[in-house]
């Protein structure tokens, strides 16, 4: 059986382009004990996946040149021979970016698509809403009355913060790159204040005007100035959770910044990095929070649907444009 899929065609210093990334067809080998095939229907494109672009050595390996990327997929089983699933069943796991893929069942899990449209598994009920979920809860600590910013306030993991802070009873305030990212998250989402990066020429003062309390909680999805301008804000005793950098992922030269340790040191500030994948443990209690909050209509989502196959490279380069609001998807 051919399939397509699409490979790492190149690596690139700076903003990838398309011209690193090539389609290609793949004969697919025969299915073997305890293997299924399964078709993409929603794939994920994530910030990190820039990062597995270069050769570099991180928490993850790199994606390899010629090899397929990888992501995470909800598939449907179109031929099984597992007696755990069947033809027909939803599931989701880290698959290669190809239509059509064999995959072994222990890296599949099936999902619920009664609880919520399938392709929640990818954000809100999936790895952006459990990095929201843990870093907030575990190193954010959030409590009833607090002031917490949020970067990249608009995206798959800032939006989920902002509510679950909210349903902490903290004050929210949002940064985010455009105005009608800061209109959705006032009215739609509840965010006390939000600020655009784009058209505020200090954003320092931005925040000490909309942070007359200081900044308990900075949840840090972006890195750089923005974030420079948020912890000169910081208050004694403060978490900040360095959840991500993209403003630094196409950068070439790392750009100097102010010196931040004595004001950490003398505010007696936690500033905490953490990797999702270090709570796969505590997963189960993550999914039962977000669940639950679904369910009861406390934590809602919204989706950027990009269509077609053949879109998967420009929906994640228009991750570093900003061309989402909430999870960006790829339907095939
Ligand atoms: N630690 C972990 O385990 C973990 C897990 C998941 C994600 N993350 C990190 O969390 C962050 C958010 O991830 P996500 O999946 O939720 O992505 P996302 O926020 O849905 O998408 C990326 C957003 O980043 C903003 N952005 C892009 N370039 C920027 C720049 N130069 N300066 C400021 N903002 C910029 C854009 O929004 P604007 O229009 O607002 O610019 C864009 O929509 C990323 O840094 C990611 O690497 C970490």
């Given at each position: 059986?051919?399939t397509q899929q ?33 078709e993409g ?57 190809r239509q059509l893929t ?207 196959f ?22 095939a």
């Amino acid at each position: 059986m051919t399939t397509q899929q699409i490979v790492l065609a190149s690596r690139r210093k700076g903003a990838p382009t398309l011209g690193n990334f090539r389609f290609e067809n793949v004969e697919l080998d025969e299915m073997e004990e305890n293997e299924i095939t399964v078709e993409g229907l929603f794939y994920s494109v994530d910030p990190y996946m820039r990062g597995r672009m270069n050769d570099a050595k991180s928490y993850i390996a790199p994606f390899q040149i010629g090899e397929p990327i990888e992501g995470a997929v909800v598939a449907k089983v179109t031929a099984s021979k597992s007696g755990n699933f069947k033809t027909g069943n939803i599931v989701v796991g880290k698959l290669n970016w190809r239509q059509l893929t064999i995959a072994n069942e222990k890296d599949l899990r099936k999902i619920d698509t009664s609880i919520a449209p399938a392709s929640y598994y990818l954000g809100i009920l999936g790895m952006t809403g459990l990095t929201a979920y843990f870093g907030l809860i575990d190193i954010g600590k959030p409590k009833a009355g607090e002031t917490l910013v949020v970067s990249g306030a608009a995206g798959a993991v800032g939006m989920v913060v902002g509510q679950i802070a909210k349903i902490y009873g903290c004050r929210v305030i949002g940064i985010a790159g455009s105005d009608k990212k800061v209109k959705i998250l006032k009215e739609d989402f509840g965010f006390d204040e939000v600020i655009n990066y784009k058209t505020t020429k200090n954003i320092k003062e931005a925040i000490a005007q909309c942070c007359p309390k200081g900044v308990d909680i900075y949840f840090d999805n972006v890195g750089g100035e923005i974030s420079d301008s948020v912890i000169a804000n910081i208050n004694f005793k403060a978490r900040i959770v360095l959840c991500g950098q993209i403003s630094l992922y196409n950068t070439t030269e790392v750009p100097l910044g102010p010196r931040l340790q004595p004001m950490l040191l003398t505010r007696s500030v936690l500033m905490q990095g953490f990797i999702i994948g270090n709570y796969e443990s505590r997963f189960p209690e993550g999914m039962q929070h977000l669940q639950q909050w679904v369910k009861e209509g406390k934590l809602k989502t919204i989706e950027t649907v990009m269509h077609g196959f053949d879109k998967l490279p420009l929906a994640l380069l228009g991750l570093f444009k900003g061309e989402n609001t909430g999870k960006m998807i790829l339907e095939a």
